[in-house]
């Protein structure tokens, strides 16, 4: 995965294959802002855009292009930010379009982005995306349910398999929740399942739950065990329904989270439109990430229009400082969720593949699939390049290659990019397709 420039993409690599079978087979800041939008071919095609957004922290900078009136600024100035009530509902919403009342585009899970693109979440019939940039990295956590507190399930889930058999041999369900399968949730969980021994496939029942209706759902006993996204899992401890056994950043440090992602339609009909809608969400995402505005973040983010929590369940985990509500508490985390350092906005292909390969490992993609040729197709960095040096980023903040090479996990396990059939050969418990 070598550095390409913009021209070198032709317009076959822009738009998606006719068919989902032709794919199976931190750091200094920008050096100014400009006060509106500016680009060389022209004004914004449209000022209007519908973008949805899932109640969770990462994203934020959705809701502070929002508010801090970043979209106007850019010339996009009849742009909607709509709470969607589920990943599901997102989904269908995306494949109506706006046209249709539907959205153009949102803050998702990085795998749906590709398994609507294949058409494999949206009944064989394959929804176009487009991804434009990455809205975080860290962030995420697994909880456990109190009645498994004497056990302090931490990094090593190898305690809980015992606990689980025990519980699954009394007659009684055994059940882990996330937020969607295939998606990042489902698959952190996985990974740190699978690490200790357990397999989410017969071990444990996998069941969908939103990220808001987390909390209550582990408080009425529907889960053992769930894996979410701020700030619900620092609400689980605060209300004393769970405990935190590890953050996602403790298994994988640094790793791929949200995207920000629009249907390939309209970034084809509205290049322009598109790129002012990604400059506004790239400073808010250095505004996100600049230490003094942190506090203000976490109370946008706590609005009720946005994520309607608490801003004491918010604000701790935005500062790093982390209470995993067992008596341990880390302050200043290495982990903490990053909206623009160590190149957090920055979409790598490389982390894409590495999410297909997963979904390949776990039987949610089939093991023939063209993931190079899919990921050249959804995944633009080139226009966030475009984005970047149109807003003055700072040449350390542009990363040199689509790679960020070979990344290594919590369990010693490596996944080398050149090479994912070597990674997927080392995994133990897997159910491929």
């Excluded at 087979?25 to 939008?37: K, M, Q």
């Excluded at 190149?343 to 292909?349: D, G, I, L």
């Amino acid at each position: 995965m070598s550095k390409q420039s913009p021209s070198s993409y032709s317009p076959e690599r822009r738009h998606f294959l006719k068919s989902s079978a032709t794919v199976v087979g931190g750091s200094a800041l920008f050096s100014s802002l400009p006060v509106s939008w500016a680009f060389a071919d022209g004004k914004p095609e449209t000022t209007a855009a519908k973008l949805g957004f899932i109640a969770l922290t990462d994203a934020a900078p959705l809701f502070v292009a929002d508010e801090k009136g970043f979209f106007a600024k850019h010339g996009m100035t009849d742009v909607e930010v709509l709470k969607q009530s589920s990943w599901g509902t997102m989904r269908d919403n995306l494949v109506l379009g706006s046209q249709r009342n539907g959205i153009d585009g949102v803050h998702i899970l990085t795998p749906m982005v590709y398994q609507m693109t294949l058409g494999s979440i949206t009944n064989n019939i394959p929804t176009p995306m487009t991804i434009l940039a990455r809205l975080n990295i860290d962030g995420q956590g697994i909880s456990i349910s109190n009645e498994y507190r004497d056990l302090a399930i931490g990094t090593d889930a190898a305690p809980l398999k015992e606990a689980l058999a025990a519980k699954r041999d009394r007659g009684e369900d055994v059940r882990a929740a996330m937020t969607f399968p295939g998606g990042t949730h489902d698959l952190w969980l996985r990974y740190w399942m699978a690490a200790g021994g357990i397999d989410p496939n017969r071990d444990i029942s996998t069941i969908v739950v939103p990220p808001p209706q987390m909390v209550a759902n582990m408080r009425v006993g529907s889960m053992d065990a769930c894996c979410v996204g701020a700030p619900w899992n620092g609400q689980l401890v605060n209300q004393e329904v769970g405990y935190s056994a590890v953050t996602t950043g403790e298994l994988w440090p640094d790793h791929p989270e949200k995207v920000l992602s629009l249907r390939t339609d309209y970034v084809d009909a509205n290049p322009n439109s598109t790129k002012a809608l990604l400059m506004a969400v790239m400073e808010a995402q250095i505004y996100c990430d600049q230490p003094e505005n942190r506090e203000e973040v976490a109370q946008i983010c706590s609005r009720r229009r946005w994520i309607n929590a608490p801003v004491d369940d918010i604000i701790e985990h935005m500062r790093g400082n982390i209470d995993y509500g067992t008596g341990r508490v880390v302050e200043n985390s290495p982990h903490i969720m990053r909206f623009w350092n160590d190149h957090a906005s920055y979409p790598f292909k490389s982390h894409d593949l590495w999410f297909l390969t997963e979904n390949i490992r776990w039987g949610y993609m089939p093991q023939n699939l063209d993931t190079q040729t899919l990921i050249n197709q959804v995944n633009r960095e080139d226009i966030w390049r475009e984005a970047a040096q149109a807003l003055g980023v700072a040449s350390a903040d542009i990363p040199d290659a689509t790679s960020r090479g070979s990344e290594t996990f919590f369990d010693g396990k490596v996944f080398d990019p050149e090479n994912p059939q070597a990674y997927l050969d080392s995994l133990e418990i897997k159910a491929l397709a």
